[in-house]
């Protein structure tokens, strides 16, 4: 069992920047695929990024070049940094845990971000 903590969320202006952070306890932290997910008012949950174990990392099309997914696994805190936000990138955003091999998944409460001027 793993529990998942989001925090940093807030108001952010268009073109400002932001980080969020995602701690985790219960259970060994490395052996999981961390992972952000958003969704805005209205539409689907969707993929922002990605780190596996190893520190490989993917993102959403639309994060590409702007947002930056890392990890510390002695802190068991996953991390996203967003820059040149824009009001699109509006929603709640959540962690995502995954285990290796088992493929079990949990999720943080979420912590809202919104771009607005």
């Known amino acids: 069992q793993v529990q998942l903590v989001e925090s940093g969320g807030g108001l952010v202006q268009p073109g400002g920047s932001l980080r969020i952070s995602c701690t985790a306890s219960?259970?060994?932290?490395?052996?999981?695929?961390m992972a952000w997910y958003r969704q805005a008012p209205g539409k689907q949950r969707e993929l922002v990024a990605v780190?596996?174990?190893?520190?490989?990392?993917n993102y959403g099309d639309s994060m590409k070049g702007r947002f930056t997914i890392s990890r510390d696994n002695a802190k068991r805190t996953a991390y996203l940094q967003m820059n040149s936000l824009k009001p699109d990138d509006t929603a709640v955003y959540y962690c995502?845990?995954?285990?290796?091999?088992?493929?079990?998944?949990?999720w943080g409460q979420g912590t809202q971000v919104t771009v607005s001027s």
């Open positions: 780190i596996s174990t190893g520190g490989n990392t």
């Open positions: 219960g259970s060994i932290f490395a052996l999981y695929t």
């Open positions: 995502n845990a995954q285990a290796t091999g088992s493929g079990l998944q949990f």
